[in-house]
């Protein structure tokens, strides 16, 4: 095994671990899920750039989290509808 630091990283590789789709700064954005155990969390951020880590009945902006599912978070919004957050 080496340890060359300064070796280039295969493009394909380099090209997988880059994503050209940023998410977007100013909605509210999934970063990751915690779905093990009884008490699923998700680790979100506000349009702010704040990351809040939040779980189910929780507040995030005008939204409250309704469901928490591997890699999505579904959030109801006060007099409108459902929403699904996925990671890219």
Known sequence: M????DSPLPEAT???ATSKAALPLHDLALL?????????RALLRKPGGRIIN??????????VIIAIEEGAVILHRQGGGDQRLALP
């Open 54 to 63: 939040a779980g189910l009945g929780d507040r995030v902006n005008r939204h």
């Open 2 to 5: 080496t340890t060359d630091t």
């Open 32 to 40: 990751g899920t915690l779905t093990g155990g009884d008490a699923p």
């Open 14 to 16: 380099n090209a997988a």
